[in-house]
């Protein structure tokens, strides 16, 4: 079983930096793809940024390419996302998910992920 745990969410102003952390239990999480989600009020989950297991491959949506950061530091179970130059339609709780097995593809498909966070508020003030 994998439990994760996402810190750093807050109140930022437009043009800010956060970075989110997912804290994971469980020695297998280091062989995981790990996804990060958001889910602004009102709107469906959406897919934000991917990370392969061994950090070597990473993924994001098109809306946040450029501005933010996905990385990892496996002897800390532990990823990352980093966002800067935030705007208001980054407002959202953001969740990290785990995918169940090291066998599996990173995906950008929220269903795929097995183990989920509890998420963080990020809210961007204008």
């Known amino acids: 079983q994998v439990q994760l745990v996402e810190f750093g969410g807050g109140l930022v102003q437009t043009g800010g930096s956060l970075r989110l952390s997912c804290a994971a239990s469980g020695r297998t999480f280091s062989t995981y793809p790990v996804g990060w989600f958001r889910q602004a009020p009102g709107k469906e989950r959406e897919f934000v940024a991917a990370?392969?297991?061994?950090?070597?491959?990473?993924y994001y949506a098109a809306s946040v390419k450029g501005r933010f950061t996905i990385s990892r530091d496996n002897a800390k179970n532990t990823v990352y996302l980093q966002m800067n130059s935030l705007n208001a339609e980054d407002t959202a709780v953001y969740y990290c998910a785990a995918r169940g097995s090291a066998s599996y593809p990173v995906s950008r498909e929220s269903n795929d992920y097995n183990y989920w966070g509890q998420g963080t508020q990020v809210t961007v003030s204008s």
């Open positions: 990370i392969t297991w061994s950090g070597s491959n990473t």
